[in-house]
């Protein structure tokens, strides 16, 4: 599932194509995603230059003169920069033709992925509005995790990842920042010291920036794939229940967190 770095990396992958190109056509192959399609996004769209490519959480956000379009690439979402002659497969459900004869095209098997128009600013977008700070920014820090969990009866992880505390963060950044800070998932938000709330911040940001910089040196978003994925990670227990710990080589545990899996290490976690 794209979660933050995914969504930054491509974002960053996609940029350089996109930013000042105009839009010569807009094909909606599939209008029904997690949200229907907005009607008249060609007549919208077309002729339009894009202004620029931002993020705000797991939201990519490409401005143009008239308004923003919204992109969310739900749990399956992929973007791509193909050629106009490349004909779209059955999981392809938006194309944004380019003048320079590039599109970018949104494939999504499970169609959990949504687009949205905005004329307004699109940070006070219903769906922008309420996000929490960046996690990679200055203002999530260590007072600000520390004001926001105080009395909080909910566990750490689904704290992190609720993301009116803070952006972007899903159930694989969150086990593994946990991880580095050698914090169970279950762990009380309001039980955390000031001390604790700085080794998680710090574990947050040092998570994200390692999987950003991975996926930024080894994704090519003009690169032709039967099946696509993001890019390769050595997880340290996401995803490896019984698999033994890359520090302590004892078995990585699974557990429950409402109806989340969350994974962790008895030994480094503590």
């Known amino acids: 599932m794209p979660e933050l770095p995914e969504v930054e990396v491509t974002r960053l992958g996609i940029t350089r194509a996109l930013t000042g190109a105009r839009i010569s056509a807009v094909s909606v192959h599939s209008s029904k995603l997690r949200a229907m399609v ?9 002729g339009r ?36 002659a490349t004909a779209p497969g059955p999981h392809d459900h938006f194309d944004l033709v380019l003048d320079s004869g590039l599109v970018l095209r949104l494939n999504d098997y499970r169609r959990f ?4 128009w905005t004329s307004e600013n699109p940070m006070q977008h219903q769906l922008l509005r309420k ?3 960046e996690p990679l920014t200055a203002a999530f820090n260590t007072e600000y995790l520390y004001r926001l969990s105080r009395n909080r009866k909910v566990a750490i992880q689904r704290f992190i990842m609720d993301s009116a505390v803070v952006a972007g963060i899903g159930n694989i950044y969150a086990a593994e920042s946990l991880f580095r800070c050698r914090m169970l998932p279950d ?8 001390a604790q709330c700085k080794a998680l911040v710090d574990a947050v940001k040092e ?14 978003f003009t690169r032709a794939e039967e099946k696509l994925a993001y890019f390769p990670q050595e997880l340290y227990v996401y995803g490896r229940e019984r698999k033994p ?12 967190l409402g109806n989340r ?10």
Request: proline residues 5%; charged residues 10%; positive net charge.
């Open 187 to 194: 762990t009380l938000a309001g039980s955390l010291t000031e």
């Open 113 to 116: 992925g949504s687009i949205h």
């Open 207 to 220: 998570t994200l920036t390692v999987s950003i910089a991975t996926g930024s040196s080894s994704m090519d």
């Open 38 to 46: 907005p009607a008249g996004l060609p007549q919208l769209l077309c």
């Open 261 to 270: 899996s969350t994974f962790f290490c008895t030994h480094c976690q503590s």
């Open 131 to 133: 996000i929490g700070p």
């Open 245 to 256: 710990c890359r520090k302590c080589m004892a078995p990585i545990q699974r557990g429950r």
């Open 49 to 84: 230059t894009i202004a620029s490519v931002q993020r705000r959480g797991k939201y990519l956000i490409l401005e143009c003169p008239n308004g923003s379009l919204l992109l969310h690439l739900g749990m399956t979402g992929h973007l791509r920069l193909v050629s106009a």
